[in-house]
């Protein structure tokens, strides 16, 4: 079964940082390119970053730009999102979601809870 | 404000067909035709309905459709079921700094 497993939320406060992973299975994870996308409580989805299926090509929204790193190990299936100098706007759930190409998000891990306050 | 524009919610009863617009810009759903459309159910991960416009992911009944003209997609939703209660969102690419986009969600209520 094909499936992404997120894990890492937890309660932080602002101005700490978390690191989020997601664990493929099902899958060869190095032949996709892959997105963090997140839901605050009680809103809409927000597009947060992706990362190409080597690694080599990383974006980012301007909302996390410089504070968020996406990361890959290939090598483990896993997927990371490093968040530092968190914000309570930063608050969410966040989602690891597999990219098929062409915008088709397939598949979408369950989601992990990250609250800043 | 999201960058894509959804009706906030839309309803219908069962049976019926219902249609759910997303209105963008040049930059984005103008530009490509790599529309998607989500389907949430409370408290579960976005399901995947709709990409590429028009063309739907194995599983999905063909109840669902997508379309775009110009800068704005629609989906609609034929022979509606109580299951197809939820929230629906719409994605695309978007060239620049931001490069995906969502609707800020249409929440619909089979009546």
């Known amino acids: 079964e094909v499936q992404l497993v997120e894990s890492g939320g937890a309660l932080v406060q602002p101005g700490g940082s978390l690191r989020l992973s997601c664990a493929a299975s099902?899958?060869?994870?190095?032949?996709?390119?892959m997105h963090w996308v997140r839901q605050p409580p009680g809103k809409g989805l927000v597009w947060v970053s992706r990362?190409?299926?080597?690694?080599?090509?990383?974006t980012y929204a301007d909302s996390v730009k410089g504070r968020f790193a996406i990361s890959r190990d290939n090598a483990k299936n896993i997927l990371y999102l490093q968040m530092n100098s968190l914000r309570a706007e930063d608050t969410a759930v966040y989602y690891c979601?597999?990219?098929?190409?062409?915008?088709?998000?397939?598949?979408w891990g369950q989601g992990t809870t990250v609250t800043v306050s | 404000q999201s960058a894509l524009t959804q009706p906030a919610s839309v309803s219908g009863s069962p049976g019926q067909s219902i249609t759910i617009s997303c209105t963008g810009t040049s930059s984005d759903i103008g530009a490509y035709n790599y529309v998607s459309w989500f389907q949430q159910h409370p408290g579960k991960a976005p399901k995947l309905i709709i990409y590429?416009?028009?063309s739907r992911p194995s599983g999905v009944p063909d109840r669902f459709s997508g379309s775009k003209s110009g800068n704005t997609a629609s989906l609609t939703i034929s022979g509606l079921q109580a299951d197809d209660e939820g929230d629906y969102y719409c994605s695309s690419y978007r060239s620049g700094a931001t490069l995906v986009v969502f609707g800020g969600g249409t929440k619909l209520t089979v009546l």
């Open positions: 979601v597999r990219d098929f190409g062409a915008n088709r998000m397939d598949v």
């Open positions: 990362i190409s299926d080597g690694g080599g090509s990383t």
């Open positions: 099902g899958f060869t994870l190095s032949s996709y390119w």
């Open positions: 590429e416009v028009s």
